[in-house]
């Protein structure tokens, strides 16, 4: 397995190294604290998982995030000591996997690590779910509607595999939360919300008529298609 750090915080980088050499004793480790060199990395090395960083001397976390992600699909886990809600809902939105405060628990970064890199493996390559004008590949996070093709992230494409699954019934925050970081992890309302958000916004693009995903306030979201 192979982990890019883009991180200028050393301490922070050994804790890391620990952590996951702990869980996975074969794991390749490339680090860096330029964002500029991350990207790099990104590129030439396809890590399995990056950690990044917001506070970086030479560009801003965010900036790095958006420039990964109009080419790559590898998961990314924020990781900074920026615990603001602007922050945190920009970075989601901007296609991190999950973001994650300093200082942070360990044990709990860790199972949020295995929760991320086990949703790389959420469906065979092959795998298609069809359901009334939606087609969905997870294996390429990619969702064929209205004659489109649409680009999910890892995260948007399990929720939305959930929606597709219970078609016209409604699932739970609750339910959501689960399939996304397990049991074991607290679950985000907020975080879920700007998930269906930007599913929503790929789907529609401003169009009224194409509004297939219906909030339950309090309860959870339901895709319809019988409308």
């Not at 890391?16 to 390749?28: A, I």
Request: glycine share 6%.
């Amino acid at each position: 397995m192979k982990v890019l750090i883009i991180e200028d915080d050393s301490g922070i980088v050994d804790s890391l190294n620990l952590l996951f050499k702990m869980r996975w004793p074969e794991v390749e480790f490339k680090i860096t604290s330029k964002g500029e060199t991350g990207l790099l990395a990104v590129e030439q090395w396809n890590p399995d998982l990056t950690v990044l960083d917001l506070g970086l001397p030479d560009i801003d976390g965010l900036e790095v995030l958006k420039r990964i992600r109009l080419f790559s699909l590898t998961p990314v886990i924020i990781l900074t000591a920026r615990g603001d809600e602007y922050d945190i809902v920009r970075g989601l939105e901007l296609g991190a996997d999950d973001y994650i405060v300093k200082p942070f628990k360990q044990l709990e970064f860790l199972a949020r690590a295995k929760t991320v890199l086990r949703h790389q493996g959420i469906a065979p390559v092959d795998a298609v779910y069809a359901k009334g004008p939606f087609k969905l590949t997870p294996a390429t996070h990619k969702l064929y509607f209205d004659n489109r093709e649409i680009i999910l992230t890892k995260s948007e494409c399990i929720i939305f595999l959930k929606l597709l699954e219970n078609a016209n019934s409604v699932v739970t925050q609750g339910a959501l939360s689960r399939v996304l970081w397990g049991d074991d992890l607290p679950e985000s309302v907020e975080a879920i919300r700007v998930y269906i958000s930007r599913i929503r916004q790929k789907i529609e693009q401003n169009d009224p008529e194409l509004a297939y995903i219906s909030t339950k306030p309090g309860i959870g979201y339901s895709l319809n298609l019988s409308r």
